[in-house]
């Protein structure tokens, strides 16, 4: 781990590692091929695969068991029964099969996923696991409703942004999809209560949470559980210590989701040590609650 991080800090080590991804993403895609049959994970049927394969990152993880454990775990604690939750930046569907089982049918989860591949894969794994408390939306979760760009990553389907990663070792492809902030989402369906928001929009997070400002004054309680990722952030040109202050401004308790599958409270005054640390991590998962 201290090598990654060390690789992740030097501009020549990004550009490795991103080779790397890609020469991974289409080894995954190969193998996922091969098969053609969904894979079996934490009891759901799942397709990982179509015209491209996810990160190999990504795969063995989710294949070995290994992915988000501790996210995971709190999802599970936290949404109940009857509960509507929000899975925005869906991929293919691993946490939004979670949610359908969570929820159980008097629930419902919108799961938001732009880029057509995933899309359809994501319905695919909807279909093939009976959920229907799940509706599909192909649209990217911005602050506004409208059509964004969309590139396409080779490194993994599941690393697809609607900002360029400069770090790309192959030009990214683009694509255009329809964008749609939660507030507006949820106002043309009646504004229903929305009781958990999981995010990982591949450093948009700053976009949407500025679209779902209405969500959270209505609600309360509220959860949030969102990717924060210093480099992915900038490169939409969002400053990491300053989305970390928003998410504050909006009433919001920010707690990290630790390795040891705690939550550590932070307080915005040790916010620039927090995006210190996950800079240094990579990424960490935040928990963000208003009671």
Same mark, same amino acid.
């Given at each position: 781990?201290? %090598?990654?991080? &060390?690789?992740?800090?030097?501009?020549?080590?990004?550009?490795?590692?991103?080779?790397?991804?890609?020469?991974?993403?289409?080894?995954?895609?190969?193998?996922? %091929? *091969?098969?053609?049959?969904?894979?079996?994970?934490?009891?759901?049927?799942?397709?990982?695969? @179509?015209?491209?394969?996810?990160?190999?990152?990504?795969?063995?993880?989710?294949?070995? %068991?290994?992915?988000? @454990?501790?996210?995971?775990?709190?999802?599970?604690?936290?949404?109940?029964?009857?509960?509507? $939750?929000?899975?925005?930046?869906?991929?293919?569907?691993?946490?939004?099969? *979670?949610?359908?089982?969570? $929820?159980?049918?008097?629930?419902?989860?919108?799961?938001?996923?732009?880029?057509?591949?995933?899309?359809?894969?994501?319905?695919?794994? #909807?279909?093939? /696991?009976?959920?229907?408390?799940?509706?599909? #939306?192909?649209?990217? $979760?911005?602050?506004?409703?409208?059509?964004?760009? *969309?590139?396409?990553?080779?490194?993994? /389907?599941?690393?697809?942004?609607?900002?360029?990663?400069?770090?790309?070792?192959?030009?990214?492809?683009?694509?255009?999809?329809?964008?749609?902030?939660?507030?507006?989402? *949820?106002?043309?369906?009646?504004?229903?209560?929305?009781?958990?928001? +999981?995010?990982? $929009?591949?450093?948009?997070?700053?976009?949407?949470?500025?679209?779902?400002?209405?969500? #959270?004054?209505?609600?309360?309680?509220?959860?949030?559980?969102?990717?924060?990722?210093?480099?992915?952030?900038?490169?939409? =040109?969002?400053?990491?210590?300053?989305?970390?202050?928003?998410?504050?401004?909006?009433?919001?308790?920010?707690?990290? #989701?630790?390795?040891? =599958?705690?939550?550590?409270?932070? @307080?915005?005054?040790?916010? &620039?040590?927090?995006?210190?640390?996950?800079?240094?991590?990579?990424?960490?998962?935040?928990?963000?609650? +208003?009671?």
């Amino acid at each position: 781990m201290k %090598g990654l991080q &060390g690789l992740r800090r030097r501009p020549w080590g990004r550009k490795a590692l991103a080779a790397v991804n890609l020469v991974g993403s289409k080894c995954t895609r190969l193998a996922l %091929g *091969l098969h053609r049959r969904p894979e079996t994970v934490d009891g759901f049927k799942m397709y990982l695969s @179509q015209r491209g394969g996810p990160s190999l990152s990504f795969a063995v993880a989710l294949l070995g %068991g290994k992915y988000e @454990q501790e996210t995971r775990s709190l999802l599970e604690h936290v949404t109940e029964r009857g509960m509507t $939750v929000a899975d925005v930046g869906a991929h293919v569907g691993y946490y939004t099969l *979670l949610f359908s089982r969570l $929820v159980g049918d008097n629930g419902r989860v919108f799961a938001f996923e732009p880029e057509p591949d995933n899309h359809a894969l994501l319905c695919k794994n #909807i279909a093939i /696991n009976h959920c229907s408390n799940v509706i599909p #939306i192909a649209k990217a $979760v911005s602050d506004r409703t409208g059509i964004v760009k *969309l590139f396409v990553s080779s490194q993994g /389907n599941d690393r697809h942004s609607i900002f360029e990663n400069p770090r790309s070792v192959v030009r990214e492809s683009i694509r255009e999809v329809p964008s749609v902030s939660l507030d507006a989402f *949820l106002a043309t369906e009646g504004w229903p209560r929305v009781d958990v928001v +999981k995010m990982d $929009v591949e450093g948009a997070e700053p976009l949407a949470l500025e679209g779902m400002q209405e969500l #959270i004054r209505r609600s309360q309680p509220f959860k949030l559980v969102v990717e924060f990722a210093p480099d992915a952030l900038k490169f939409g =040109g969002n400053e990491p210590r300053r989305f970390l202050d928003r998410l504050s401004d909006l009433g919001l308790h920010v707690e990290s #989701i630790e390795e040891n =599958g705690s939550q550590r409270p932070w @307080q915005a005054s040790s916010f &620039g040590s927090l995006a210190a640390e996950a800079e240094a991590r990579g990424m960490v998962n935040l928990y963000c609650t +208003k009671l």
